[in-house]
């Protein structure tokens, strides 16, 4: 079955840019939505976005002016780029592959998650 | 979309029955999809379209409800089973999620 594997800093200053990158096993990029979601330290899951098997970017309002997904395909990739971190944006990231159902993306396949702390 | 769930957290013992609910903050039809996650580990599915068992998923697991008010309910817990469980609607963008309710061993 699809496999996660996602890596990137651990440490960023604050107004400075958050980069991950996860990349897929057992998988191709038509075959789900390939998604990327946040939980901040004992709280709740947050969508930051998503890229469509026809390549259509999705985004969280609340993140979209400094938010930036894309994907390699040849390489079996996506990213995410945040610009401008602050403390509020430390949370474990976890990469995601999705299922769309009806009108929305259902998450079944996720990496192991990444802690991202914004300290300086 | 707003979703409130409910309790935050609770407390029960093997063999319990237990019910958590989903309340969105507008109408999403029977789009809402319940995972359970353990501590330092990724969410995984149990129930999506409000009722419908995610493959592999206990049967003591059931879903329930549509519009804006749902549950989750767990016959017979299991040890396996305390964890913490989210709720999240699949209905309209940005897709969002519950607050979490916590299952504990009293």
């Known amino acids: 079955h699809v496999q996660l594997h996602q890596w990137g800093a651990g440490l960023v200053r604050p107004s400075e840019t958050l980069s991950l990158t996860c990349t897929i096993s057992n998988g191709s990029f038509p075959d789900f939505h390939w998604s990327w979601l946040r939980q901040p330290p004992g709280k709740g899951l947050e969508y930051i976005g998503e890229v469509s098997p026809s390549g259509y970017i999705n985004y969280n309002p609340s993140l979209k002016s400094r938010l930036t997904i894309s994907v390699d395909t040849s390489r079996k990739q996506f990213s995410v780029n945040l610009t401008s971190v602050t403390g509020a944006d430390t949370a474990v990231y976890y990469c995601a592959g999705g299922v769309h159902i009806i009108r929305g993306v259902r998450f079944d396949y996720w990496g192991q998650g990444s802690l991202v702390t914004v300290s300086s | ?106």
């Open chain 2, 1 to 106: 979309i707003q979703l409130t769930q409910s309790p935050p957290s609770l407390s029960a013992s093997v063999g319990d029955t237990v019910s958590i609910t989903c309340r969105a903050s507008q109408g999403i039809s029977s789009h809402l999809a319940w995972y359970q996650q353990k501590p330092g580990k990724a969410p995984k599915v149990l129930i999506y379209s409000a009722s419908t068992l995610q493959t592999g998923v206990p049967s003591r697991f059931s879903g329930s409800g549509s519009g804006t008010d749902f549950t989750l309910t767990i016959t017979s817990l299991q040890p396996e089973d305390f964890a913490t469980y989210f709720c999240q609607q699949l209905n309209s963008y940005p897709l969002t999620f519950g607050g979490g309710t916590k299952v504990e061993i009293k």
